[in-house]
C-alpha cells in the first residue's frame, strides 16, 4: 500500500509543472496568477486531506510558526521560480536543472560540517554539470544566445539554490516538529502569504479564467503529492521511499517531453541521462 502513495505521489509531482506548462502553451497566462491560485488551493486542501489519512490539526505558539515561516518562504520563491521559468524555457530543461538539487543540498550540507563529500562525489557532480551544459545545447553550432531562454534557465538555477537551501532547513526543522505539521504549516503560511499580498496590490495583477484553472489544478496535484509521499514515509520510512523517489525526476521528464512534445536531439538526451547518473552517484558517495 505504501509504495502504491509513493508511486501516487511521484505521478502527481509529475503533473504539475506539465500542467503548468500546457496553460502556457495554449493560453497567454501571467504566471502571478498560477502562484495565487496554487498557494491558495493548497492552503485550503491542507487541513482536510491531512485530517483524511489521520492527523489532527496541532495548533503551535507563534513563535513556532514564525519558525516553520523560514522554510515557507523558501518553498514559496522555489516553486515560483519554476513557475514563471517555465514561462521562458520547456519543461524537460527546467526539470532537468532541478535535477540537481540534491547534489546542492549535500555541498551546503559539508559547509554546515553534517557531511563530508570525497572525490567521487565531485565527479558525480561535475557529471551531472556536462550533462546541464549538453541539455542546454550550448555546444551546437546552432547555439545562440536568447535573453528569454537565459533568463528562463537563471531563474530555474535560483529555484534549485532556494531548494537546496529549503531541505537542509526542513531537516532541521523536522528534528523538533512531525513531517505532517511542518508540511501543514507550510501550506498554510503561503496560502495566507499570497492571500494578503494580493489583497494589499491586486490593482496590479489581472486575474484570468485560464490562470486560474492552472493553478487550481496545479495545486490540487501539489498537495496531493505532497500528503501522498508524507504517508508512504509513515509506513515504508525513509529508505525505500529515498529508492523509490529517485525514479521521480526520470518519469516527470519523460512524460513532460510525451505530453508536451518538448522533442529533444540526442545529445540533449544525453545531457538528461548524464544529470541522472551524476547526481545519484554524488548522492551516493556522501560520507556522514
Not at 563529500?117 to 551531472?128: E, I, K, M, N, P
Not at 484570468?208 to 508512504?232: P, R
Not at 512534445?261 to 560520507?287: D, H, P, S, T, Y
Request: proline share 2%; with cysteine.
Amino acid at each position: 500500500m505504501g509504495a502504491l502513495f509513493v508511486i501516487l505521489a511521484i505521478f502527481l509531482a509529475s503533473i504539475e509543472p506539465i500542467i503548468v506548462k500546457y496553460g502556457y502553451n495554449h493560453s497567454n497566462i501571467n504566471p502571478i496568477t498560477i502562484i495565487f491560485f496554487k498557494n491558495l488551493v493548497g492552503g485550503i486542501l491542507i487541513i482536510p486531506l491531512t485530517t483524511l489519512i489521520g492527523n489532527k490539526f496541532k495548533l503551535l505558539e507563534l513563535k513556532d510558526i514564525i519558525n516553520i515561516s523560514r522554510v515557507s518562504l523558501l518553498l514559496l520563491f522555489t516553486t515560483s521560480m519554476m513557475i514563471i521559468s517555465l514561462k521562458f524555457i520547456p519543461a524537460v530543461i527546467m526539470l532537468t536543472i532541478f535535477t540537481s538539487t540534491p547534489a546542492f543540498v549535500s555541498i551546503i550540507n559539508s559547509i554546515k560540517g553534517k557531511e563530508k563529500t570525497d572525490t567521487v562525489f565531485w565527479l558525480g557532480f561535475l557529471l551531472a554539470f556536462f550533462g546541464i551544459t549538453l541539455l542546454l545545447d550550448i555546444y551546437s553550432n546552432s547555439f545562440a544566445v536568447n535573453i528569454k531562454f537565459l533568463v528562463g534557465c537563471l531563474l530555474a538555477f535560483l529555484g534549485v539554490l532556494s531548494s537546496s537551501l529549503y531541505r537542509t532547513t526542513l531537516d532541521e526543522l523536522t528534528n523538533k516538529y512531525t513531517p505532517i505539521v511542518v508540511s501543514t504549516y507550510i501550506f498554510l503560511i503561503n496560502s495566507f502569504l499570497v492571500l494578503t499580498i494580493f489583497s494589499i496590490f491586486n490593482k496590479f495583477f489581472i486575474f484570468t479564467k485560464e490562470g486560474f484553472v492552472v493553478g487550481l489544478y496545479g495545486g490540487i496535484a501539489g498537495t496531493l503529492a505532497n500528503i501522498s509521499f508524507l504517508y508512504a514515509l509513515n509506513i515504508l520510512g525513509s529508505t525505500k521511499v529515498s529508492l523509490l523517489n529517485m525514479f521521480q525526476q526520470p518519469t516527470i521528464i519523460l512524460l513532460s517531453s510525451i505530453i508536451l512534445k518538448e522533442f529533444l536531439k540526442i545529445n540533449q538526451i544525453i545531457g538528461i541521462i548524464l544529470v541522472i547518473i551524476g547526481v545519484n552517484l554524488a548522492i551516493k558517495r556522501i560520507k556522514f
